[in-house]
């Protein structure tokens, strides 16, 4: 859907770029893109190589919505860009709701968040929508509570959550008008009210913004948009409260947001919910764009939670609770004397199953088994979480990669997928919530505590009943991106024989479709041990991932980690990385 007259058709013309300059709206983007076009005219091949990347085409909307690199041109965010976004949302939701459509903006405290959030409302209020912003440097949850507990159209949340500090999103959720409008499954629209986009509406949506001509033609109003005060904030967190997930025991926490906007809110959960001995890591506690104390603002980065753990070694803390940026991720640290540092993060699997088990058991304490109910996780994580719902009775499933899969399952009451991501209230929040997952996760420990357990010996407990299923990521960044691929179409022709030794039994072609779930570009092996891979090209990065599972019995850890091991050296040696 790329605009010819945005973009480079034959190398570096300085014409296509001095159109854009014309129509963009920010003085800060105009000067940057005059200084590279002026050095590119005087034949510097580094300017000239920058603006064709720039001008390579637009920055794609997808299932995602926009995220990249802030700078000026149409490959990049910026204001151009995310009013260009606004309008073509805008006459999407006006061909499917009408007028008065309704739209909640959110934004993060990123370089250019407060900014592109004006500028949707601005564009959706001239468009005759209701645009309602919520106060600045809220989480992502809020945004997604806000648009279900608001009834609204579709919500706006402004964010890159965990990526580098040069980067800044747009992510697009939708209500349920504009789903009926457009999905032939009234059931799978009325799943979907308050998630984030899948296909089709996103391929409707980036029709929509390809048709605009200029941002000079899109309309913007100065005011007449409504601003949210901090009772929205009170409505969720008295959502948590409803969750009853009090601590009953004294347990003391270190909590980081890495820079990020979650730390308030947090706070607040925790504080209402009983946990009053909570220790922020001060030097990461306010919002900073730059992220200064972390090379990446992601808890899954080695060294992230470096100083979590010096704080925590500090204050005896036992649970470290970090949360990305924008907060809708959550991960959690518990005390090992033979951990580096003396602590030991929690893979996002092991938090996956740990908060899992502990909503079965709950709801079947007090509803009995129910197969109506669903866990769900995506293709990626775990398959430890439908052993779980299967002991308790409860109907498992898996999906596609991403919480935009996730949250839509019907008569969902729990999803989790490993990178962090936790739904633990799908009533309230359609996505994932860093935040009410971490109130469950310390009543969980708390609950332990006061039972003269640990963490530790709740994941032993279960994994006796249901076996260790024992995960590991496995990742080979390539710098040619045809690289990755050429590596899947070898799987796809030429797959390995073996998985830690044992011999391949099964593979699966997931473009083709696998089960119930919808064509992805991805293998899925099984071995005869029951040991499994899935590779699969990153959805955001230039990286090939490989997700990595052996079964095994609970007191066979030593063995899973060697066959996790041995996997991992397999597939170095079959790519050649």
């Known amino acids: 859907m790329t605009r010819v007259t945005d973009r480079f058709t034959n190398g570096f013309d300085a014409q296509v770029v001095r159109e854009w300059i014309a ?28 603006l064709e990347d720039r001008f390579s085409g637009s920055l794609v909307f997808g299932t995602a919505g926009l995220r990249g690199e802030i700078g000026a041109g149409p490959n990049r965010m910026n204001r151009a860009v995310v009013i260009r976004a606004a309008a073509g949302l805008s006459r999407f939701l006006l061909r499917t709701v009408g007028q008065g459509f309704s739209v909640v903006i959110g934004c993060d405290a990123r370089h250019k968040s407060d900014e592109f959030a004006r500028d949707t409302a601005a564009v959706v209020t001239a468009a005759g929508g209701r645009a309602i912003q919520l106060p600045e440097q809220l989480p992502t949850p809020l945004l997604a509570f806000a648009l279900t507990h608001l009834y609204a159209d579709a919500g706006v949340m402004v964010t890159a959550s965990h990526n580098p500090p040069a980067d800044n999103g747009y992510k697009v959720y939708l209500g349920e008008r504009p789903l009926l409008a457009i999905e032939p499954d009234p059931a799978a629209a009325v799943a979907g009210a308050g998630a984030q986009i899948v296909s089709p509406a996103d391929a409707l949506i980036a029709e929509e913004i390809a048709a605009v001509e200029s941002v000079a033609s899109v309309p913007r109003t100065e005011s007449g948009w409504e601003h949210l005060d901090d009772s929205i904030v009170e409505s969720y967190l008295r959502r948590i409260d409803d969750l009853g997930l009090r601590a009953s025991a004294d347990l003391s926490i270190v909590l980081t947001s890495l820079h990020g906007v979650g ?104 509803h009995g088994s129910d197969g109506s109910l669903v866990f769900a996780n995506s293709v990626v994580s775990s398959r430890g979480l439908a052993a779980i719902a299967q002991h308790y009775g409860f109907a498992a499933t898996t999906t596609l990669t991403g919480f935009k899969w996730i949250s839509r399952v019907p008569a969902l009451v729990f999803g989790y997928e490993e990178a962090l991501g936790y739904c633990v209230d799908p009533g309230a929040v359609r996505d994932k919530d860093g935040i009410s997952a971490a109130v469950l996760f310390a009543a969980q420990t708390a609950r332990l505590k006061a039972a003269g357990t640990t963490i530790e010996d709740e994941l032993h407990r279960i994994r006796i009943r249901d076996g260790l299923f024992a995960t590991a990521p496995l990742s080979f960044r390539l710098d040619d991106i045809s690289l990755i691929a050429t590596s899947m179409q070898r799987l796809r022709e030429h797959p390995p024989t073996t998985l830690a030794g044992s011999p391949v039994s099964e593979v699966h072609d997931l473009s083709l479709g696998y089960e119930h779930l919808p064509p992805t570009d991805g293998i899925v092996l099984l071995s005869e041990e029951n040991s499994r891979v899935i590779v699969r090209p990153s959805g955001t990065e230039p990286k090939l991932k490989c997700y990595l599972e052996v079964v095994v019995g609970a007191g066979e850890a030593t063995i899973a980690q060697q066959r996790l091991g041995a996997i991992a050296e397999e597939l170095r040696a079959y790519f050649g990385l």
Not at 287 to 306: K, S
């Open 23 to 50: 129509d963009d709206p920010d003085p800060d983007t105009v000067a940057e893109l005059e200084a590279v076009l002026a050095s590119a005219e005087a034949d510097h091949g580094i300017a000239i190589a920058d």
């Open 263 to 366: 730390s308030r809110v947090v706070e607040a959960a925790l504080s209402r919910n009983g946990f009053t001995s909570v220790h922020p890591v001060v030097s990461q506690q306010a919002p900073d764009p730059d992220f200064p104390t972390v090379a990446f603002p992601n808890p899954e980065e080695a060294g992230a939670l470096d100083e979590s753990y010096a704080l925590a070694r500090e204050v005896g803390a036992e649970l470290v609770i970090a949360n990305d940026p924008d907060a809708d991720r959550f991960s959690a640290a518990i005390p090992d004397t033979g951990a580096s540092g003396g602590y030991r993060q929690l893979t996002g699997d092991e938090v996956g199953l740990l908060l899992g088990e502990d909503i079965a058991g709950r709801l079947a304490a007090s």
